[in-house]
Nanobody, 124 residues
């Protein structure tokens, strides 16, 4: 199983980026829950957004609510994170993750498999 994250880059404050995470070896629908986390140097990895794949129910951290949108593409086995109105404090490495559905999906240890991370840098 491999999760491949992409789409990071450098953008000005107020700009947009779309992150992608493609899974190979196992369909996201078999996992149930797919999420995005981010981690700044010296800090713990924090929850950003998650989607319960089979019903497309989404949840967001308060810090990104209204600006970020998580969505899934079954045909391509890919999850997206559309990030709008980006702020300098959104600068960090973003990771996708997949795991079983259920409580606690905002916690890292609920997820079984992780992508390699993609760097997002927002300039002021």
């Amino acid at each position: 199983v491999q999760l491949q994250a992409s789409g990071g880059g450098l953008v000005q404050s107020g700009g947009s980026l779309r992150l992608s995470c493609a899974a190979s070896g196992r369909a996201f629908v078999r996992y149930g829950m797919v999420g995005w986390f981010r981690q700044a140097p010296g800090k713990e990895r924090e929850f950003v957004a998650a989607i319960r794949w089979s019903v497309s129910v989404t949840t967001y951290a308060d810090s990104v609510k209204g600006r970020f949108t998580i969505s899934g593409d079954n045909a391509n086995n890919t999850v997206y994170l559309q990030m709008n109105s980006l702020k300098p404090e959104d600068t960090t490495v973003y990771y996708c993750a997949a795991g079983p559905p259920g409580y606690g999906f905002t916690y890292m240890d609920r997820y079984d498999d992780w992508g390699q991370g993609t760097q997002v840098t927002v300039s002021s």
